[in-house]
């Protein structure tokens, strides 16, 4: 099993659907992140996730609602998306803020085109 | 606000050449910083974490430096090779959340 794995890999959604992405990470780290790629464009932090308490929420739309269940799922519920959304999310975990080691690894993303 | 700069933004160089990525970010207060590499439409993959104690960290053809008070890193891949094409972005973690902060990246294309 790779570390991060998201599921889907692609999903294509009309703007009054609601969809879930999925996070799960296999390395007993305590801290998940989200972001959001769009095209020509840097990473942009969406949501931080510490021991399943959320610790940053970047100034991120009400149409995206984090879930953090335990300390490795993750979720991005999705509703009354807009096409400018379209983009690829990408999920992160690391072992934690409070720790030394935060080298992040990231997953494959789910590449999102909503229509 | 941490901001991160990333030059050249893309770079074209023939297979087995020595070069050299650079990057600068605003806020000298991290914790560490990370270089990655992205091919497209993929995830990230970690190359090197620097902490902000070190100055370099090397793994295999790849040698990253770190001068933290000037805000600067830099990425060097020795004898280039055609897999090495991707994107490749560094990125330090800073505030509370030690979370990071990307440049737009390098497009790195290695000509057979």
């Known amino acids: 099993e790779t570390g991060v794995t998201q599921t889907p890999r692609h999903l294509v959604m009309g703007m009054t659907n609601k969809k879930s992405l999925k996070c799960e990470q296999h390395?007993?780290?305590?801290?998940m992140y989200w972001y959001k790629q769009s095209a020509k464009k840097p990473l942009e932090l969406m949501f931080v996730?510490?021991?399943?308490?959320?610790?940053e929420n970047n100034s991120v739309p009400s149409r995206f609602s984090p879930e953090c269940p335990n300390s490795s799922h993750l979720f991005l519920h999705l509703h009354t998306l807009q096409p400018e959304d379209s983009a690829l999310y990408l999920c992160?975990?690391?072992?934690?803020?409070?720790?030394?080691?935060?080298?992040?690894?990231f997953g494959q993303g789910t590449r999102l085109t909503v229509v | 606000k941490q901001e991160v700069t990333q030059i050249p933004a893309a770079l074209s160089v023939p297979e087995g050449e020595n070069l050299v990525l650079n990057c600068s970010f605003t806020d000298s207060a991290i914790y560490n910083l990370q270089w990655f590499r992205q091919d497209p439409g993929k995830g990230l993959t970690s190359l090197l974490l620097i902490q902000s104690s070190q100055r370099e960290q090397t793994s295999g053809r790849l040698n990253a430096s770190l001068d933290k008070s000037s805000g600067r890193s830099t990425l060097y891949i020795a004898a280039s090779q055609p897999g090495d094409s991707a994107t490749y972005l560094c990125a330090p973690a800073s505030g509370s959340a030690r979370q990071l902060t990307f440049g737009s990246g390098t497009q790195l294309t290695v000509l057979p």
């Open positions: 996730y510490n021991f399943k308490e959320q610790t």
């Open positions: 390395l007993g780290h305590n801290a």
């Open positions: 992160a975990s690391s072992q934690g803020a409070s720790t030394r080691n935060t080298e992040a690894f």
